[in-house]
């Protein structure tokens, strides 16, 4: 069964930072587009960020860039999100989700075949 799975989330205070790491089970990543979105209570589920198979491409909502930064190692299998500079309007439950192919162009959740299970990231002080 293929399956994605996320950790790092967890409560900080606005202007903080966390570390997201999406690994996979079932699978390898390598030949996966990856991305990462996000979903606030009584929000549609919306996308954050995605990078290419190789790392060399990426692309960010308009909401997270400059703060938010997506990276990859392939020989871990782990995909990455940094976030910097947390307000509190980046508070939701936020998801990884991988496509086969090398590159993606769509932050829409619909072109993602694989997800994980989702981690927590509350933004409060």
């Known amino acids: 069964q293929l399956q994605l799975v996320e950790s790092g989330g967890g409560s900080v205070q606005p202007g903080g930072s966390l570390r997201l790491s999406c690994t996979s089970s079932?699978?390898?990543?390598?030949?996966?587009?990856v991305g990462w979105f996000r979903q606030a209570p009584g929000k549609e589920r919306e996308g954050v960020s995605h990078?290419?198979?190789?790392?060399?491409?990426?692309n960010y909502a308009n909401s997270v860039k400059g703060r938010f930064t997506i990276s990859r190692d392939n020989a871990k299998n782990t995909v990455y999100l940094q976030m910097n500079s947390l307000k509190p309007d980046d508070t939701a439950v936020y998801y990884c989700?991988?496509?086969?192919?090398?590159?993606?162009?769509?932050?829409?959740?619909?072109?993602?075949?694989?997800w994980g299970q989702g981690t927590q990231v509350t933004v409060s002080s």
């Open positions: 989700a991988a496509v086969p192919g090398t590159v993606i162009t769509t932050l829409s959740p619909k072109a993602y075949d694989v």
């Open positions: 079932g699978f390898t990543l390598d030949y996966y587009a």
């Open positions: 990078i290419s198979s190789s790392g060399s491409s990426t």
